[in-house]
């Protein structure tokens, strides 16, 4: 086939494994991806993070080219998802939402057939799954059907077996989603090895938690659109600057010190809470934390003692909070 | 491009996944054995007496009605193939498929190759029952292995219609009995277990220009002996004619929705 000449607007991206501009999807009545733009460089992980529904799958089935986009266009690898779909499956792996694993196979035969798929000569095919089944802790179950396979052991030979064909780009659709606290923490270990190894990641998650662990930078998507992306530091500091916490010696005084601290951050302050039985007052502020300087002098100077004092970063609970007005699903370690 | 070497050995590689299936479960082929195996009793104990009268001078019916059963049992184990794609693309193993860099064409080769050698297994079975209670082939070696041919090639067809419909219902449950809405009048309405000219005639014209029928004929000549030709020639035209108008459809709409 000739060149098909270059794609406006993904291909002018150097060194990144995965570019999508503007995908759209639509379902009968539901646009499940209203205009989604990602940049993944080599070597990096993306975290999606979103509630159901908020297109996550639908993103990642049309980069693993299962789905065709309705409008827009996406590179994986250097490959378009639409006209160079057998050169992008080849760079690839894929573990989607739901473990893909054949129940009357084992786990070898399981990860050996998707080797033949990958058209991996025989005697690699066999190595790599040996080294897989290692990997993945499955070792003495490898000579099992998988249905008498517990949800982990079925997840982790579904990850075991998008590694198969040692793919430069991989996609995890929710790996961790219903494993128990020990196994979700095993896979974010395993998930880690590989990144170190180079892979580029594309990582699904309803886990603030998770897409704050794994993730370098993270793409929050909320109805089919992207509505914030940066790091972890990034998005929190976008969303509510810093915390800035004191507790006073006397309880009484406790709303003299909101109030000093408030005037102390100036316009910057964007929220004050108070509590009155503990004598804590809690200001987001936009910006940096200098202002503390401040507020210490402040507070010393109108003789409102200090118990203590602390600054910190707004969680990713409260970024997803602000950016979707809706809590976000409970975190990996309150699940379970 | 993946190269045909390529795509025949993806197609056996899918192959051999479907059929280990069955040799974990072996009760999925005991079970498509013993079904037939009944109609054979039911139908040659039963009925045999009352339709006897019915059939050519000397011909047994059990000699009859093998053929027909043959074709039924073929007809039927084909049903699986649309089952089994609704199972897959239910678990999502045919999303995990077709994010490898694999032929295509393999998930649905894969699948009607392996519910090929499945409807062999037991049509093998069958046949060694049938012969326990007095079925023979009259004819030969050749023409009976013919017979195993084009009943298989028959299944084989009709393999790629069910494949069509359960990729368009991908519900394993409604693809199960689905089949059997059009299944069940064309087995019955058909010259597998009586012979036309016993059939009111509306229905006769019907049964005549039935596939099942023409196959069943064209086995019934290669194993009880006679013109072979003609309803050999109108059996591989049915077959023929089902396979290039379903194989592009089941393809088309596994395209479209796997
Ligand atoms: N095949 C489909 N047919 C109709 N609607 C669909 C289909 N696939 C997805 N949708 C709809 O598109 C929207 C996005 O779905 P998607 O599966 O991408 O969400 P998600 O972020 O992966 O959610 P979850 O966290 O529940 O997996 C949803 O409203 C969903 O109902
Ligand atoms: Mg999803």
């Known amino acids: ?336 | 491009m993946t190269t045909p070497a390529l795509a025949a050995a993806d197609a056996m590689a899918i192959t051999r996944r479907n059929l280990i299936k069955y040799l974990r479960v072996p009760n999925l082929i005991v079970f498509s054995t013993v079904q037939p195996v009944m109609f054979v009793l039911l139908f040659a104990y039963v009925f045999g007496g009352a339709i006897k009268g019915a059939l050519p001078p000397r011909v047994h019916y059990i000699d009859f009605l093998m053929p027909g059963i043959v074709v039924q049992t073929v007809v039927f184990g084909s049903t699986q193939t649309g089952v089994g794609l609704a199972e897959d693309m239910t678990k999502g193993i045919i999303d995990r498929f077709r994010s490898l860099p694999m032929a295509r064409s393999a998930v649905l080769a894969g699948r009607t190759i392996s519910d090929t050698v499945r409807n062999l297994a037991v049509v093998v079975l069958m046949v060694l029952v049938g012969t326990l209670i007095g079925f023979r082939i009259h004819t030969g070696v050749l023409p009976a292995l013919v017979a195993l041919g084009v009943a298989l090639g028959f299944g084989f067809a009709m393999s790629w219609i069910s494949a069509t419909i359960g990729l368009v219902l991908r519900d394993v449950e409604t693809a199960q009995s689905a089949s059997f809405v059009w299944i069940f009048p064309l087995v019955f309405a058909s010259s597998v277990f009586v012979p036309l000219r016993t059939m009111p005639g509306w229905l006769q014209s019907f049964a005549r220009a039935n596939p099942i029928t023409n196959v069943a004929n064209a086995i019934r000549a290669l194993t009880l002996g006679g013109a072979t030709t003609r309803p050999l020639l109108y059996a591989l035209a049915w077959l023929s004619a089902i396979l290039v108008t379903f194989a592009p459809l089941a393809t088309r709409q596994y395209r479209k929705v796997a």
């Not at chain 1, 759209?24 to 999606?48: C, I, N, W």
């Not at chain 1, 089919?224 to 969303?239: F, M, N, R, W, Y």
């Not at chain 1, 007052?281 to 002098?297: F, M």
């Not at chain 1, 118990?307 to 707004?314: E, Q, R």
């Open chain 1, 1 to 336: 086939m000739w060149s098909t000449g270059p794609v406006s607007g993904v291909d002018d991206v150097d060194g990144a494994a995965i570019v999508a501009r503007g995908l759209k999807k639509r379902f009968g009545s539901v646009l499940a991806l209203d205009g989604v733009d990602l940049e993944v460089p080599r070597g990096t992980v993306l975290g999606l993070l979103g509630p159901n529904g908020a297109g996550k799958t639908t993103a990642v089935k049309i980069l693993t080219t299962l789905l065709l986009p309705d409008e827009g266009e996406a590179r994986v690898a250097g490959f378009d998802v639409v006209r160079q779909q057998e050169e992008l499956r080849a760079a690839i792996g894929l573990a989607g939402q739901y473990a893909a694993v054949d129940e009357h196979l084992t786990g070898r035969e399981n990860i050996d057939l998707v080797g033949r798929l990958y058209h991996l000569p025989r005697d690699e095919i066999r190595r790599r799954t040996g080294e897989l089944l290692e990997r993945f802790d499955l070792v003495g179950a490898a000579d099992r059907p998988v249905k008498t396979y517990s949800g982990g052991m079925r997840r982790r030979l579904d990850l075991g077996a998008s590694l198969v064909g040692r793919p430069q780009v991989l996609f995890l659709d929710e790996p961790t989603t219903g494993l128990d606290i020990r196994s979700r923490l095993d896979l974010w270990e395993v998930i880690r090895q590989l990144v170190a190894e180079g892979t580029t990641l594309l990582l699904t998650t309803q886990y603030l938690e998770e897409a704050d662990v794994l993730a370098d930078r993270i793409a929050v998507i909320d109805r089919g659109k992207v509505i914030a992306e940066g790091t972890a530091d990034e998005l929190k500091s976008h969303v509510g600057g810093e915390v800035v916490e004191v507790a006073v010696r006397d309880r009484s005084r406790v709303r003299e010190a909101a109030a000093a601290v408030v005037e102390v951050a100036a316009g910057a302050a964007t929220q004050t809470q108070i509590d009155e039985a503990e004598g804590r007052v809690a200001v987001t502020v936009r910006g940096d934390a200098s202002v503390v300087v401040d507020v210490v002098r402040r507070l010393d100077r109108e003789g409102i003692e200090l118990a203590d004092l602390s600054v910190h970063k707004p969680t990713l609970d409260d970024v997803f909070l602000a950016l979707t007005g809706r809590v976000a699903e409970p975190t990996a370690g309150q699940a379970a």
